[in-house]
């Protein structure tokens, strides 16, 4: 019913930039958080960035001044500008929304599919 569709991923250089994208579609009423995660092989899923209904963001340590999170309501969007990538940046991106299908219901989450980076010279 809800689907959200991840683009923007590929292979970029040390020092270079990407943005990733994550579009939900479906039967959709309100979007509170959307976050972004990544995992890299081996390793756990980590929270990267969020921001709440009303804008506000936060990053992880490593994220903080290099990357940037945004939303486009009107779309049902988030955005991750991510600069100055480096090779320890190479993971699958994950999007994550708490999302209400209608008025009266309760938040659910649902996951993208994932977007390959990998940062490599």
């Known amino acids: 019913q809800v689907q959200l569709v991840e683009s923007g991923g590929g292979l970029v250089q040390p020092g270079g930039s990407l943005r990733l994208s994550c579009a939900a579609s479906g039967s959709i009423f309100s979007i509170n958080n959307m976050l972004w995660y990544r995992q890299a092989p081996g390793k756990q899923r980590e929270l990267v960035a969020f921001?709440?209904?009303?804008?506000?963001?936060n990053y992880a340590d490593s994220a903080k001044g290099r990357f940037t999170i945004s939303r486009d309501n009107a779309k049902n969007t988030v955005y991750l500008q991510m600069n100055s990538l480096k090779f320890e940046d190479t993971a699958v991106y994950y999007c994550?929304?708490?999302?209400?299908?209608?008025?009266?219901?309760?938040?659910?989450?649902?996951w993208g599919q994932g977007a390959q980076v990998t940062v490599s010279s």
């Open positions: 994550k929304m708490s999302i209400k299908t209608t008025g009266w219901g309760r938040q659910a989450d649902y």
């Open positions: 921001i709440t209904s009303g804008g506000l963001t």
